[in-house]
Nanobody
Framework: QGEMVESGGGSVQAGGSLRLSCAEP????????MGWFRQAPGKEREGVAG????????FYADSVRGRFTISQDNVRGTVNLQMNGLRPDDTAMYYC????????????????????WGRGTQVTVSS
C-alpha cells in the first residue's frame, strides 16, 4: 500500500460543485476498496462513498446519494469524488482511504473499516 494523496478541495457556495481526486502512485492492486470519508469539527468521521476497484461497484451514504459520484480513472490511476449540489453541512475535511478486499461486500464505507488514509483535503460550503 503506497501513500495516498488527495487534491481538489476548496470553498464553494451552496449548490456548487467540487471534484476531489485521490492518487496512489505505484499501486497496482485491483482487489481492494477505495473510499472517501469526512470529518467535520466536533463530529465523528463518517463514510461518504466507496468503490471496489476490481468491478467498479459503488456505495454511498444516504446523505450524499444522488449528489456525489465516486469513480476510478484507470488512465491516471486516481479515484475521484464528484460532488454536486453541495450544502453547508457537507463542510468537512475529506479523506481518501483504502483497504484490501476479496469482494465488493467489504467496500461500503458506512459498514466497513478502512485501513490506509491520506492526509485529507478541506471542503467548505458557504450558504
Amino acid at each position: 500500500q503506497g501513500e495516498m494523496v488527495e487534491s481538489g478541495g476548496g470553498s464553494v457556495q451552496a449548490g456548487g460543485s467540487l471534484r476531489l481526486s485521490c492518487a496512489e502512485p505505484g499501486s497496482t492492486l485491483r482487489r481492494k476498496c477505495m473510499g472517501w470519508f469526512r470529518q467535520a469539527p466536533g463530529k465523528e468521521r463518517e463514510g461518504v462513498a466507496g468503490i471496489y476497484l476490481a468491478d467498479g461497484s459503488t456505495f454511498y451514504a444516504d446523505s450524499v446519494r444522488g449528489r456525489f459520484t465516486i469513480s476510478q480513472d484507470n488512465v491516471r490511476g486516481t479515484v475521484n469524488l464528484q460532488m454536486n449540489g453541495l450544502r453547508p453541512d457537507d463542510t468537512a475535511m475529506y479523506y481518501c482511504s483504502a483497504r484490501a478486499a476479496t469482494g465488493r461486500g467489504f467496500c461500503d464505507p458506512t459498514q466497513s473499516t478502512y485501513d490506509y488514509w491520506g492526509r485529507g483535503t478541506q471542503v467548505t460550503v458557504s450558504s
